[in-house]
């Protein structure tokens, strides 16, 4: 099976969602960490994968140089939009994950909220580099990974008899049939062990919490939603 380009995915889920941007909060880890930059006067964060532009806007509006950047154009065009329209600040580009355009030691803060683990082992070690690499001095890097405890995790086990999954690698996984979900894009599932001893190296990890969630959209059976929350720090 030949992998569609991680773009033409995400241009299908953020025009069927861009009318849902609204309805969705920013994350209270989001809010929590704006105090802690403040107090250590840290200003300039970057929105990795900002997609619709939920944290980015947040992040403006709280009077922080705000810059986002995302691999669909549809949510680059999005967001530009949303900041004009709101008269907010900002910056946003067009960018993969893995090839961000910034230079060294440019950011405050990167935010990355289910974005990183979409791609194979070495994608997200080469995003998780690049992020390194773009943060300050004692910059933070607040991110989510999902859980190999997640269900559709054993749901990708089931699917590789029937042939609707695709194992790209251990624990990496594509769906690439699912036209309702993310699926169709590649996810690599992960244990905190291989977050701690391989994909946050070279970070101080200041707290990793695997949050459950219920997901009560599925009626057949009961599922649940795993991720891995980590606010980690360089040097």
Aim: proline share 5%; aromatic share 8%.
């Amino acid at each position: 099976m030949t992998e569609a380009p991680a773009h033409l995915g995400w241009e299908r889920l953020w025009r069927e969602q861009s009318r849902d941007l609204d309805l969705k909060q920013p994350r209270p880890e989001v809010l929590e960490l704006l105090p802690r930059l403040r107090a250590e006067g840290r200003s300039r964060v970057l929105d990795l994968g900002c997609g619709l532009g939920r944290h980015l806007l947040t992040l403006a509006a709280e009077g922080f140089q705000a810059y986002g950047s995302d691999i669909s154009p549809v949510a680059v065009a999005t967001c530009r939009r949303r900041l004009e329209e709101t008269g907010l600040p900002g910056e946003v580009i067009h960018a993969d994950m893995g090839a961000l355009p910034f230079g060294r030691e440019t950011f405050d803060a990167v935010i990355a909220w289910n974005v990183v683990y979409h791609a194979t082992l070495e994608g997200v070690l080469k995003a998780v580099e690049g992020v390194r690499e773009s943060l300050r001095d004692g910059g933070y890097f607040l991110a989510t990974f999902i859980s190999v405890n997640d269900s559709s995790y054993a749901s990708a086990l089931e699917g590789l008899a029937s042939g609707e999954v695709e194992r790209l690698e251990p624990d990496t996984f594509v769906r690439a049939g699912d036209v309702q979900t993310d699926k169709a894009l590649p996810h690599h599932y992960t244990t905190e062990q291989e977050l701690r001893e391989r994909i946050l190296r070279g970070f101080r990890i200041l707290s990793l919490r695997e949050e459950r969630k219920d997901t009560p959209e599925f009626e057949q059976e009961p599922r649940f939603s795993a991720h891995w929350l980590v606010l980690a720090r360089k040097g």
